[in-house]
């Protein structure tokens, strides 16, 4: 009996609640969410100096982003590797002036021609160049063996060719990929030494201390 008493207002007031936001008798508010919610400001008002802090809950097993012992948190938060494209709070992409000088794609199969930006390079001052992005591509696009990738984006690429000069990289999807750019979001290429092969990819990089 107490528990049947407890019951019958509980249901009351859910009926209540239904019949309150079923039948429109009471306003609701639609205002649109927010994209997101950052402080953002023009680069120009920013000013130099000071200290970023970023907060990393863990690095898994290894620096290497797209090998399965990662921490896709930790080593894609981290700016250490190229990452092509920007996107705005709607979700749309625009080269990374950093990286990328321009980036267009049309046709079915999708083929996508990205000129890499001429000062950009490694750590040791290497330029970064379309093999690259190959070396990327062959190691996690799903047919070489041995390589232990945890991303598999890379399988929607047919092939990576080079196009005007090593700066340029022509991409060939397998089909049609209207949001093509997503293919390199985050992590968007690694060094191509450091994929060479299975044993480079799975025990090259160092362990993150």
């Known amino acids: 009996m107490k528990a049947r008493r407890w019951l019958v ?14 039948d429109g008798s009471e306003e609701q ?14 680069r120009e008002e920013v000013s130099s100096g000071g200290e970023l802090r970023i907060a990393v809950a863990s690095m898994g097993q ?4 797209l090998h399965a012992g990662s921490s896709i948190p930790g080593t894609h938060t981290l700016p250490y590797l190229p990452n092509f494209f920007d996107y705005d709070e709607a ?24 000129t890499l930006n001429p000062e950009a390079v490694w750590g040791d001052g290497s330029p970064i160049t379309w093999q690259d992005i190959a070396a990327t591509v062959q190691a996690c696009g799903g047919d070489s063996e041995g390589f232990s990738c945890a991303d598999t984006r890379f399988s929607v690429i047919e092939k990576v060719e080079q196009g005007d000069d090593e700066r340029q990289a022509v991409v060939t999807f397998t089909g049609f990929q209207p949001d093509w750019q997503h293919v390199f979001r985050g992590v968007s290429t690694l060094r191509a030494a450091s ?9 090259g990089w160092p362990e993150p201390k």
């Not at 207002?9 to 079923?22: I, Q």
């Not at 992409?93 to 199969?109: I, L, M, R």
Request: hydrophobic residues 35%; aromatic residues 4%; glycine residues 4%.
């Open 9 to 22: 207002p509980l249901l009351g007031s859910l009926l209540a609640l239904s019949a309150c936001t079923d």
């Open 29 to 42: 508010d639609r205002t649109p969410l927010v994209h997101q919610s950052i402080n953002a400001m023009p």
């Open 62 to 65: 290894t620096f290497n982003p």
């Open 91 to 114: 979700g749309v992409a625009t080269p990374n002036p950093d990286y990328v000088v321009s980036a267009e794609a049309s046709g079915d199969p999708t083929v996508a021609t990205i």
């Open 195 to 203: 994929v060479s092969d299975p044993t480079q990819f799975n025990n």
